[in-house]
């Protein structure tokens, strides 16, 4: 069993930062996949990026390249997700995510765990 508990959201200016955090319970293997999907009012969950958890390789969604980084401390069982240049359709609830396979990226509904969500807010 993996529980993940997300932190960091916050309600930021456009052009801000801010750092989210992934707590992870439970034994993370190697071959698992660690990600993180946002959801905004009325619209899916959708990917944002992911990482391997044993090589640290790492996906991201077309809308945030050059501006997010993830990343993840194996020793602490903790992913995070680093934002710069916010805007403001990045608002959005960004849950933390597991699959127990490789992937480089996989829809919502084919993650193993999921975190509660945590609120990135980001105004014009």
């Known amino acids: 069993q993996v529980q993940l508990v997300e932190s960091g959201g916050a309600l930021v200016q456009a052009g801000g930062s801010l750092i989210l955090s992934c707590a992870a319970s439970g034994r993370l293997f190697g071959w698992y996949s660690l990600g993180w999907f946002h959801q905004a009012p009325g619209k899916e969950r959708e990917f944002v990026a992911a990482i391997t958890w044993g090589g640290g390789r790492t996906t991201y969604a077309d809308p945030v390249k050059g501006r997010f980084t993830i990343s993840r401390d194996n020793a602490k069982n903790t992913m995070y997700l680093q934002m710069n240049s916010l805007k403001p359709e990045d608002t959005a609830n960004y849950y933390c995510?597991?699959?127990?396979?490789?992937?480089?990226?996989?829809?919502?509904?084919?993650?193993?765990?999921w975190g509660q969500g945590t609120q990135v807010t980001v105004s014009s």
């Open positions: 995510a597991a699959k127990t396979t490789l992937r480089t990226s996989w829809l919502a509904d084919e993650s193993d765990y």
